[in-house]
């Protein structure tokens, strides 16, 4: 079976449940008790379990398989919830976030076999249980081991996998030393039969006419009683052909069909040895290897055994992927099935106006008017189309968010500090591919406040702050730009401490320390090999944090600002444009040129008489019922001539910024328009004015304003 | 024979859009060339250096659009129907577009009738060639897109501010 194509649907969902399982143990130590979350966990392991078994990631399978367990202890009550168990049970996610990543890097798994997790799994259940589990738990594995190989087993025919007992091994020696035929069978009785035990019964009889039934499965004492599902498999010693074996079998009335075949002890007797660990159902490939798949066999075959299988295929498998070359994996974007549906819309709405242009320009000609309705509607269809396709690359950034409350409460135990993270805004939504880049920086800025950041409870107590120190991220959209804060209510930056450090680490001279303002020091923080921290922990304090992460931001286009307060806790706020955003804008004509402001920066729009300005401090304002507004002479600011007449109203655009505002006088409003965002590439971005461009319906460019660098 | 096979020896062949300027004949390497489109609206760009006219949409890319004249030191353009837009791949894949009074032609020069010019050599244009080709049809100067790039630019508006200061 070729699992290759599966692969992204794989690691796609095994992120999906990694995710849930971490969220699920999280509420689970807040709440050990919580049935719907064991549920869902057990849900999540066993899904994750299953999908590791049918790729054939053997080692990744055992290790959520030992997880499982220990859930399925908990379901069970037989195990309560506590700190360690939960802590093995991150360093298990842990891991297998590691099977995947190195999944996803090389399609292998690789050779670690993470022994001491799965030993502390084990621990963990040996708690209430002993060997007693061992067997079934070796049962289950085998199993569940992979879904091929359970599937395999059900075509192969049940007789091959009886189990023997020593008398039975025995007998059949015997009577194949007296020259008998050993048969074995499987009967599967019709659906419709109402007397199963009644035609079992007939089987038997007309079987022991000819020879000795050995051994039935399940127990003659069973199929007595009606226990057994539609059909059952016995060995048969006899002197007759084959044949006859069928023959007698099939005399008997509803029976669907007959499997007999050669019964051989030695093949049988091993895959029944197998069968002493594993079930009966899986451990069948191992006589039908041949025609199962190389994966399924090694799934199938107890574990010492699949060891040696899975070494020996091993090599094999990898040199083979190699001189594949399979390419990594491609990156991928959920879609939301509404955009793909307004995306399909926009298709057929695109073929109609295909068909439509070509009758029009078919039919009898200077019907130019018709066309030229059609071009139109052409168009308009494609700039949706576009822009949809925009659309379906945004993606919310909770993809990347979401890994943050697990990362502070690992943090949490391993600093000693208690902290809390609130996040708002995580449907935020960026382009894909600035989402994929913003983790780590965040990441890095939230280690810091934990670590840097929030004081020891003892400190904290001191200084009047509650025990527990929060840390936020918030994210939200402004104008153009997505925001995201993160902070934290800890001691803040201490300038004068940083700019000892800078000083002895010859960043910076003692005079120019003299000579920086507070802010230009704190900026020194940005500094490459620069931290603060007094001792070096494995947090932080590394000094690849704050530089790493201007970079990072700024190779997209990105700013990075910190706000401090010595005592009261600092905030890092990361700026990063919406390449590719959709905006809603207002159209307005400046001196002839045309310019988008976007809408959501705008208050209000209002109609003002050349009498209402008044002169404050040399500039003009206006009172805008009862607050004084400035005005900004657009065509000023842009350097051009505005075209209205000196007298005449003026329209004025009311902008927020903040808790400021202004009021933007324009020439003519146009409207309003959703544009698509494009960046304005470095040579014009001089302008502080101008945030990017749009493309206009008839293919010309519109800037846009960036109302905030203008208030 | 060494001699002679020396001699012979053919150098790389590139081929280069010369475009002309007044009477000057520029050519630029025809593998950093993209596009060549007709003049068309150019969306200006306030508060930017005034060699940089704007910007224009190429196929849905913003792609700004500077005037050779003007950063060269020449008259400014006198759009024509000749001028074009030469649209160039930069270094790092940005495109970037040159007005141009006109296209010539194409033409092929081994890479041996290409002089090597030295940086700061006392030449009309040194600074912004790399070299000078000779052909049939005369002398070409070939653009040294490099110093195109908007690092250089801005390099050299400082120098000369400076300069502009010492002066004063």
Redesign the interface.
């Known amino acids: 079976m070729d699992v290759g194509q599966y692969l992204g649907v794989f690691l796609d969902e095994s992120k999906e449940h990694l995710q849930g399982l971490n969220d699920n143990i999280m509420t689970l130590e807040q709440d050990p008790t919580n049935e719907d979350c064991i549920n869902e966990i057990f849900r999540a392991a066993h899904s994750l379990k299953g999908m590791a078994g049918t790729m054939g990631f053997k080692r990744m399978q055992e290790l959520t398989h030992h997880m499982e367990d220990v859930f399925s202890d908990v379901r069970a009550g037989q195990l309560k919830v506590n700190g360690d168990m939960i802590d093995t049970l991150f360093k298990c996610l842990d891991a297998l976030q590691a099977y995947v990543d190195l999944i996803s890097e090389t399609q292998d798994e690789g050779t670690e076999e993470y022994a001491d997790i799965v030993k502390a799994l084990s621990d963990i259940r040996a708690g209430k249980s002993g060997g007693g589990a061992q067997a079934s738990e070796k049962t289950e594995a085998a199993a569940d081991a992979a879904p091929a190989a359970a599937d395999a087993a059900s075509d192969a025919p049940a007789w091959k996998t009886i189990k023997l007992d020593n008398n039975a091994k025995s007998s059949i020696k015997d009577a194949s030393e007296q020259g008998k035929n050993i048969f074995g069978a499987t009967v599967n009785i019709q659906e419709s039969c109402i007397l199963k035990a009644a035609r079992a019964f007939l089987v038997f009889k007309g079987l022991e006419e000819i020879g000795e039934v050995i051994l039935s499965e399940p127990s003659t004492q069973d199929i007595e009683d009606e226990k057994f599902d539609l059909s059952f498999s016995m060995v048969i010693a006899t002197e007759e052909s084959i044949d006859k074996v069928k023959e007698v079998i099939n005399h008997v009335s509803e029976i669907d069909s007959v499997d007999c075949g050669e019964f051989d002890l030695d093949a049988v007797t091993s895959a029944a040895e197998a069968a002493e660990a594993a079930e009966a159902a899986a451990a069948a490939p191992v006589e039908t290897a041949p025609v199962a798949a190389p994966a399924a066999q090694a799934a199938s075959a107890p574990q010492h055994e699949a060891k040696q299988a899975e070494s020996a295929k091993q090599p094999a498998a990898q040199g083979g992927k190699k001189a594949a070359g399979k390419p990594a994996i491609a990156r991928t974007v959920r879609v939301d099935i509404d955009k793909l549906d307004v995306l399909m819309n926009l298709v057929s709405e695109l073929i109609i106006a295909k068909n439509s242009l070509i009758s029009a320009a078919t039919s009898e000609k200077g019907d130019s008017g018709s066309v030229n309705e059609q071009i139109e509607y052409l168009e308009s269809v494609t700039t949706n189309l576009?822009e949809s396709v925009m659309k379906v690359r945004m993606v919310p950034i909770d993809s990347v968010t979401q890994k943050f409350p697990r990362m502070i409460r690992d943090l949490n135990r391993a600093l000693g500090k208690p902290m809390e993270l609130t996040m708002t805004g995580e449907d935020t939504e960026m382009d894909r591919t600035v989402v994929d880049e913003i983790g780590d920086p965040l990441m890095h800025l939230l280690r810091n406040s934990a670590d840097h950041g929030i004081e020891p409870p003892e400190e904290r107590v001191k200084a009047g702050k509650p025990e527990t120190g929060q840390i936020f991220l918030h994210a939200f959209q402004d104008g153009n730009n997505v925001v995201i804060e993160v902070g934290d209510d800890g001691r803040g930056i201490d300038a004068e401490a940083v700019k000892q450090r800078a000083i002895e680490r010859g960043v910076i001279t003692p005079e120019q320390g003299e000579a920086m303002s507070e802010k230009a020091i704190i900026g020194l923080l940005f500094n490459a090999g620069f931290s603060t921290a007094k001792v070096v922990s494995e947090i932080s304090g590394r000094g690849v944090g704050l530089d790493v992460v201007k970079s990072k931001v700024e190779s997209l286009n990105g700013e990075v600002d910190v706000r401090t307060k010595l005592g009261e806790g600092s905030t890092w706020i990361i700026r990063l444009p919406v390449t590719m955003a959709i905006i809603q804008a207002l159209m307005v004509k400046v001196g002839g040129?045309t310019y988008a402001i976007p809408l959501d920066s705008i208050q209000i729009i209002e109609d003002v008489a050349p009498d209402e300005i008044k002169l404050v401090q040399n500039k003009e304002v206006i009172n805008l019922r009862g607050s004084v507004t400035p005005l900004i002479r657009l065509s000023e600011?842009?350097?051009?001539q505005s075209n209205q007449p000196e007298n005449s109203n003026m329209v004025v655009v009311i902008v927020r910024k903040g808790d400021q505002q202004a009021g933007l006088v324009i020439d003519e409003m146009l409207g309003q328009l959703e544009i698509v965002i494009?960046?304005?590439?470095?040579?014009?971005s001089?302008?502080?004015?101008?945030s990017g461009?749009t493309?206009l319906g008839d293919?010309?460019?519109?800037?846009i304003l960036d109302t905030n660098a203008l208030v | 024979m060494n001699e002679l096979s020396d001699k012979e020896s053919v150098g790389e062949l590139i081929q280069y859009i010369v475009i002309r300027l007044g009477e000057e004949q520029f050519g630029i390497d025809i593998r950093f060339v993209d596009n060549i489109v007709r003049m068309q609206?150019i969306?200006?760009?306030?508060?930017?250096?005034h060699y940089?006219k704007?910007?224009?949409?190429i196929r849905?890319?913003?792609?700004?659009v500077?005037s050779l004249r003007l950063i060269m030191d020449m008259n400014a353009d006198e759009i024509t129907g000749k001028s074009r837009i030469i649209i160039v791949k930069m270094s790092n894949g940005?495109l970037?577009g040159l007005i141009v009074d006109q296209v010539d032609h194409v033409l092929t020069l081994d890479s041996n009738n290409v002089e090597n010019v030295r940086r700061g050599e006392d030449r009309r244009h040194g600074e912004f060639l790399s070299g000078v080709g000779k052909y049939e049809g005369g002398l070409v100067s070939i653009l040294d897109l490099n110093t195109l790039e908007?690092e250089s630019l801005e390099s050299r508006d400082k120098d000369r501010e400076k300069q502009l200061l010492a002066t004063e």
């Open positions: 576009h040129e600011s842009l350097d051009v494009k960046p304005l590439g470095k040579y014009t001089k302008c502080k004015f101008i461009a493309i293919g010309e460019i519109a800037l | 609206q969306t200006r760009v306030p508060k930017v250096q940089l704007g910007v224009i949409n849905g890319e913003i792609v700004p500077m940005n970037v908007l």
